[in-house]
Nanobody, 120 residues
Framework: QVQLDESGGGLVQAGGSLRLSCAVSGRTVTSYAMGWFRQAPGKEREFVARFTWDGGSTYYADFVKGRFTISRDNAKNTVYLQMNSLKPEDTAVYYC?????????????WGQGTQVTVSS
């Protein structure tokens, strides 16, 4: 059974940084694509970042380019999202996702989410 456990969220001032972690069990992070999504209050869940199964290609939403970095530690089977220069509009619950095939996020494993709050 695949399980994703996010951590690292919290309250930070605008301009600050946080690093989110997603510990994966039940499959290796080197076998499939992985990604991060977020959902702000009253809004739909939106894509943030992802990389391919081999980690060789990353892709970011325009609103986080240059500020967020997705990475992974193969030995720890953990995926990270480094978030710098945070803005109040980055406030959301952040979710780690692991699609069962390719980049089909509609058929994926999801974590429980971690709250990120950015104060102005």
């Amino acid at each position: 059974q695949v399980q994703l456990d996010e951590s690292g969220g919290g309250l930070v001032q605008a301009g600050g940084s946080l690093r989110l972690s997603c510990a994966v069990s039940g499959r290796t992070v080197t076998s499939y694509a992985m990604g991060w999504f977020r959902q702000a209050p009253g809004k739909e869940r939106e894509f943030v970042a992802r990389f391919t199964w081999d980690g060789g290609s990353t892709y970011y939403a325009d609103f986080v380019k240059g500020r967020f970095t997705i990475s992974r530690d193969n030995a720890k089977n953990t995926v990270y999202l480094q978030m710098n220069s945070l803005k109040p509009e980055d406030t959301a619950v952040y979710y780690c996702a692991a699609p069962k095939y390719g980049f089909n996020w509609s058929d994926a494993h999801w974590g429980q989410g971690t709250q990120v709050t950015v104060s102005s």
